[in-house]
């Protein structure tokens, strides 16, 4: 049975990379404290696939081996199978209270499967067979794979092919009979550095003279002529401290990788797109339209952890019982199962394509995801609200342990009877980190920009929005001819 145990993946990734952080060359990237809650998170996703408990969510039968794979590498076979991705990714947030960087390629290859096979039937290529031979690889060694999509675009007003400079897009600069070389930037690259492999795609809709930018393709993560930079985070070097509770959540953790393409050779048989831009746009929205589906799940499981520590240092204040703060813990279960709601409702509306995969309701999951724009920082909010200002006051770990001056923090931090400071500091410090640390980026600002910014979600509601429809609504009942 293909599935790696924790041990075997974080074994996997012991590879050499080009990894630069803070100015300097990073060797052995797996015992950087920067880097190792993120590598948590893999291990711990990788641990639970393996649980009978957790069988159904985490694993499916490939419909192109027959084997049992972990589900982050599977291909959607039915409305059930959207359904599940979207239990699944509640559950893993719900376990790690973070981003845990598996989705985007998983999200990649749903999109990548339709396009090949679209593509072909159109003109006669044969990406779909080398798509799926690539991806029964990644199925039987259970292989993590990113999914990259965002160039750095260079001057927004200008097309691919007119930016000062022409690597501001990612994009074809020679070929030979063996394949093809690419230079470019893919940047917020989710779990990167953890990943074994990375799917390449466009970052918009490409128009015809614009053909070397229109390419897909796999790749090793650590391929010759690709360069990481780590991105920081705020409140980053905390990890790098003595002690561990100024961090929040100090087990688990996201990562964002700046991803810089020098003449990197990509080899015939991974390539799936190049230069057929009347099919980029599909790519780009039906990846996108998978992601966003993937927040109504993933987002709701942090969401859940808020919502339980809000509900936990309520009860350490001593306020539970204050009719304000259980509303505002019910506003807060309110916003986040829409935001289920709405995963669940565009997965329960899929449907197959002809390439015979199931594809989530394309609607649905950008309003899922406009919501997922909003509804994280409103729980935030209420979540400070909540747990009071001392989540940004509160003194260090360093100051809480030391002999001389901890006792009396000690005692000017205590609360109810039975209370202990300890895990009333725990819970502070790991409010704070969600809502205005590290974990803030993956549970604030990426739910604002990761999947698309808000506007891009606007632009596909507004493409799919069918106001024609509407207007013969009324026009009916109003006999309005
Ligand atoms: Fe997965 Fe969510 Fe992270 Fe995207 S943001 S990779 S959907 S956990
Ligand atoms: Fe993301």
Avoid at 319 to 326: D, L, V
Wanted: hydrophobic fraction near 35%; charged fraction near 25%; include cysteine.
């Amino acid at each position: 049975m293909p599935l790696k145990t924790s041990e075997e993946y974080l074994e996997s990734i012991k590879r050499p990379v080009n990894l630069y952080m803070f100015g300097e060359k990073i060797k052995e990237f797996w015992n950087h404290p920067i880097i190792q809650p993120s590598i948590n998170t893999v291990m711990k996703i990788y641990e639970l696939a393996q649980k009978e408990e957790y069988k159904d969510l985490l694993t499916a039968t490939s419909h192109l081996t027959g084997e049992i794979i972990n589900r982050f590498t599977h291909i959607h076979q039915s409305v059930d199978d959207l359904i599940k991705k979207i239990k699944m990714q509640r559950l893993l947030g719900q376990q790690t209270a973070c981003c845990f960087q598996r989705c985007v390629g998983f999200d990649a290859a749903n999109a990548l499967y339709s396009v090949t096979y679209e593509i072909d039937e159109n003109i006669g290529t044969n990406y779909h067979e080398r798509f799926k031979k690539y991806w029964i690889e990644v199925q039987n060694q259970d292989l993590m794979v990113d999914g990259a999509m965002t160039d750095t675009k260079g001057d927004r007003s200008k097309r691919p092919a007119q930016q000062p400079d022409p690597d501001a897009y990612l994009r074809i600069v020679d070929e030979n009979d063996e394949g093809i070389i690419v230079r470019g930037a893919k940047v917020h690259q989710t779990g990167f550095l953890n990943s074994h492999k990375a799917i390449i795609m466009p970052t918009l809709t490409l128009r015809p003279g614009e053909e070397d930018y229109a390419i897909s393709f796999g790749v090793d993560t650590n391929e010759k002529g690709i360069t990481l930079v780590y991105g920081r985070q705020s409140c980053d070097t905390r990890k790098m401290e003595e002690g561990k509770l100024d961090i929040g959540n100090y087990k688990y953790g996201g990562q964002e990788i700046f991803v810089i393409f020098d003449n990197v050779f990509i080899p015939n048989e991974n390539i799936f797109m190049k230069g057929e831009v009347k099919f980029s746009g599909d790519l780009v929205n039906r990846f996108a339209g998978f992601h966003r589906q993937s927040y109504g799940g993933c987002k709701v499981g942090v969401g859940d952890v808020l919502i339980g520590a809000s509900a936990l240092i309520s009860e350490y204040n001593g306020t539970e019982r204050a009719s304000h703060i259980r509303d505002k813990l019910v506003e807060m279960v309110h916003l986040n199962e829409t935001l289920y709601s709405c995963g669940i409702a565009c997965s329960s509306l899929g449907f197959q394509r002809e390439a015979g995969n199931y594809e989530m309701d394309m609607l649905l999951a950008n309003v899922c995801k406009q919501n997922v724009t909003r509804f994280p920082y409103e729980i935030g909010r209420l979540a400070e609200d909540i747990a009071g200002g001392i989540i940004c006051t509160l003194p260090s770990e360093a100051d809480f342990k030391s002999e001389e001056i901890g006792p009396l923090i000690s005692k000017y931090l205590s609360t109810c009877e039975g209370i202990s400071p300890d895990d009333r500091y725990k819970l502070l410090r790991f409010i704070e980190n969600l809502t205005m640390g590290v974990a803030s980026v993956s549970y604030r600002t990426e739910s604002m920009h990761g999947a698309g910014s808000p506007m891009t979600q606007r632009i596909m509601i507004s493409r799919q929005a069918n106001l024609e429809e509407k207007k013969k609504l009324i026009k009916k009942i109003l006999d309005i001819e």
